[in-house]
């Protein structure tokens, strides 16, 4: 089992930012990345970011490149998700993901990790509002 802790959320103005937190516990030790998904009222959760563990491999997706960074701190199994220039069409609820691995053996393969079904664990999530 794997326990994950969100925070951090909040209301913040357009172009503020906000920093996320992710608190992983238990059995962590095989987890290959971590993921964070968003969910807007009325429509689906998206990817937003993800991260590997061992290699620090990041991806964003289009919508959020440039603005947010992803990041890790594995000596606290904790990952962050910094969002800076955030727009209105950001608010929704943050989801942090965890998977149980293996590592991925191929790049195609490793891509896996901007799918909601690559994941094992979900947090609760965390609401973010941001205002025009």
């Known amino acids: 089992q794997v326990q994950l802790v969100e925070s951090g959320g909040g209301l913040v103005q357009a172009g503020g930012s906000l920093r996320l937190s992710c608190a992983a516990s238990?059995?962590?030790?095989?987890?290959?990345?971590m993921g964070w998904f968003r969910q807007a009222p009325g429509k689906g959760r998206e990817f937003v970011a993800a991260?590997?563990?061992?290699?620090?491999?990041?991806y964003y997706a289009d919508s959020v490149k440039g603005r947010f960074t992803i990041s890790r701190d594995n000596a606290r199994n904790t990952v962050y998700l910094h969002m800076n220039s955030l727009k209105p069409e950001d608010t929704a609820v943050y989801y942090c993901?965890?998977?149980?691995?293996?590592?991925?053996?191929?790049?195609?393969?490793?891509?896996?990790?901007?799918?909601?079904?690559?994941?094992?664990?979900w947090g609760q999530g965390t609401q973010v509002t941001v205002s025009s």
């Open positions: 993901a965890a998977d149980l691995g293996p590592t991925p053996a191929t790049t195609a393969q490793a891509m896996g990790v901007t799918k909601e079904w690559w994941y094992d664990y």
């Open positions: 238990g059995r962590t030790f095989s987890s290959y990345a």
């Open positions: 991260i590997s563990w061992s290699t620090g491999s990041t």
